[in-house]
Nanobody, 126 residues
Framework: QVQLVESGGGVVHPGGSLRLSCAASGFTLDDKNMAWFRQAPGKEREGVLCISSGDGDAVTTYADSVRGRFTISRDNAKNTVYLQMNNLKPEDTADYYC?????????????????WGHGTQVTVSA
């Protein structure tokens, strides 16, 4: 049974950092493209970052607002994907989900044929 479990969310001040984790089970992580999506209150779910299963773990950025601040990485030995978030801003407040496949950051495609976790909440507030 495929399962993705996110953790690491919380409340942080603007400028702070968080590292989200996504533990995968039921499949081998190293042959999957993995993505982080997020959904802010009242907004649609959007793609954030994708890390490929090959090409030297190539990274694709879907949300321009996170460039230079967020980093996606994977530890295949631990079957875990990470999202390091630095210099957090109030507009980063959202529920964050890991998912596979990346589907070019298109949530409808993931929802139709992919897998995702229950999410972890990130709140950036002074």
């Amino acid at each position: 049974q495929v399962q993705l479990v996110e953790s690491g969310g919380g409340v942080v001040h603007p400028g702070g950092s968080l590292r989200l984790s996504c533990a995968a089970s039921g499949f081998t992580l190293d042959d999957k493209n993995m993505a982080w999506f997020r959904q802010a209150p009242g907004k649609e779910r959007e793609g954030v970052l994708c890390i490929s299963s090959g090409d030297g773990d190539a990274v694709t950025t879907y949300a321009d607002s996170v460039r230079g601040r967020f980093t996606i990485s994977r530890d295949n030995a631990k079957n875990t994907v990470y999202l390091q978030m630095n210099n957090l801003k109030p507009e980063d407040t959202a529920d964050y989900y890991c998912a596979t496949p990346c589907a070019n950051g298109n949530w409808e495609e993931v929802a139709a044929a992919g897998y995702w976790g229950h999410g972890t909440q990130v709140t950036v507030s002074a």
